[in-house]
């Protein structure tokens, strides 16, 4: 079963707005990590956030965890076309080596 | 001089074959893994290795079986294969495993099978 559920499905804006996607998970964690897969290619990796961790930033990439609620949120700043993609969270809960994948957001950024 | 690299990147075949998809890692990395991706985008790990080793092996049918020669190369073979095993495979690497840092994918190989 997925670990992480996200919110929305699919995401469709305007080129240059800010994009927020949620993630929830079930189990405490020891990361977070977020991915974009464009289409038809391999996941890319975009930032790691530990469970000590509350907000990390990565260019125009801002990520938050909140353990207590167990949810994480992705925001892209001043989006882009190439922005395009399916973005995922995947967490390592404590006691376990597998980093298990959430269900992915679709963003489509319109020009 | 790509980081992790998958063959073939396209597979088609009948169901009741045998078939192979190689991975190849030049990073240096302990820990290999192969993901498993549907077509609705569900991706889910099916095998780690550290160093030659199995780590993980999740409910997978035995038909999968995983070899690792050495630790920059984790193939997966499959055996008799059936329609639902149609989906994208991934192989991905880091060092020391998920704990440590990010995974490296590859670019997948789309698996049909007629």
């Known amino acids: 079963s997925q670990q992480g559920e996200e919110d929305p499905q699919a995401l469709s804006i305007q080129e240059g707005e800010n994009a927020t996607m949620n993630c929830s998970y079930k189990?405490?964690?020891?990361?977070l990590q977020w991915y974009r897969q464009n289409s038809g290619r391999g996941l890319v990796h975009l930032i790691l956030?530990?469970?000590?961790?509350r907000e990390k930033h990565s260019g125009r990439l801002r990520v938050t965890l909140d353990t207590s609620k167990k949810s994480s949120s992705l925001l892209i700043t001043a989006s882009r076309a190439a922005d395009t993609a399916s973005y995922f969270c995947?967490?390592?809960?404590?006691?376990?080596?597998?980093?298990?994948f959430g269900t992915g957001t679709r963003l489509t950024i319109i020009p | 001089d790509t980081a992790v690299s998958q063959t073939p990147k396209y597979l088609v075949t009948q169901m009741g074959n045998d078939k192979s998809i190689k991975c190849e890692q030049n990073?240096?990395?302990?820990?290999m893994y192969w993901y498993k991706q549907d077509s609705k985008k569900f991706l889910k790990i099916m095998f780690s290795?550290?160093?030659?080793?199995?780590?993980i092996n999740e409910t997978v049918p035995n038909r999968f079986s995983p070899k690792s020669p050495d630790k920059a190369h984790l193939n997966l073979h499959i055996n008799s294969l059936e329609l639902g095993d149609s989906a994208v495979y991934f192989c991905?690497?880091?060092?020391?495993?998920?704990?440590?840092?990010?995974?490296?994918f590859g670019e997948g190989s789309r698996l049909t099978v007629l």
């Open positions: 290795y550290n160093n030659k080793e199995l780590i």
């Open positions: 956030i530990r469970s000590n961790e």
């Open positions: 990073l240096g990395h302990d820990t």
């Open positions: 995947a967490t390592v809960n404590f006691g376990n080596e597998k980093l298990t």
């Open positions: 991905a690497s880091n060092i020391g495993g998920p704990n440590t840092g990010e995974l490296f």
């Open positions: 189990t405490s964690i020891n990361n």
